[in-house]
């Protein structure tokens, strides 16, 4: 079963892909984005709280995967989910 099955829907989202000016960490694995590395900014509103993260590039795959097969994920969710 995927959690966002028994999450509430995200009010907005804003995707952008970005370019490391400083070294980051991935929401999803903890793994640092270095200075330089593409990753992804996601911001809104979840659960009525404004909230921001940064993922790396090997766990957006994943995102996409869970959005197409499961209709969405949660953040900081995506590896139980997988």
């Given at each position: 079963?995927?959690?966002?099955?028994?999450?509430?829907?995200?009010?907005?989202?804003?995707?952008?892909?970005?370019?490391?000016?400083?070294?980051?960490?991935?929401?999803?694995?903890?793994?640092?984005?270095?200075?330089?590395?593409?990753?992804?900014?996601?911001s809104g509103?979840?659960?009525g709280k404004?909230?921001?993260?940064?993922?790396?590039?090997?766990?957006?795959?994943?995102?996409?995967?869970?959005?197409?097969?499961?209709?969405?994920?949660?953040?900081?969710?995506?590896a139980a989910?997988?």
């Amino acid at each position: 079963m995927c959690m966002i099955d028994e999450a509430e829907q995200s009010g907005f989202n804003i995707t952008e892909t970005r370019l490391a000016r400083t070294e980051k960490k991935c929401k999803e694995c903890l793994r640092s984005i270095r200075k330089g590395e593409q990753y992804f900014y996601d911001s809104g509103v979840w659960e009525g709280k404004w909230f921001h993260c940064s993922t790396c590039q090997h766990c957006n795959i994943a995102k996409e995967w869970l959005a197409r097969e499961c209709g969405g994920f949660v953040y900081g969710g995506v590896a139980a989910d997988l």
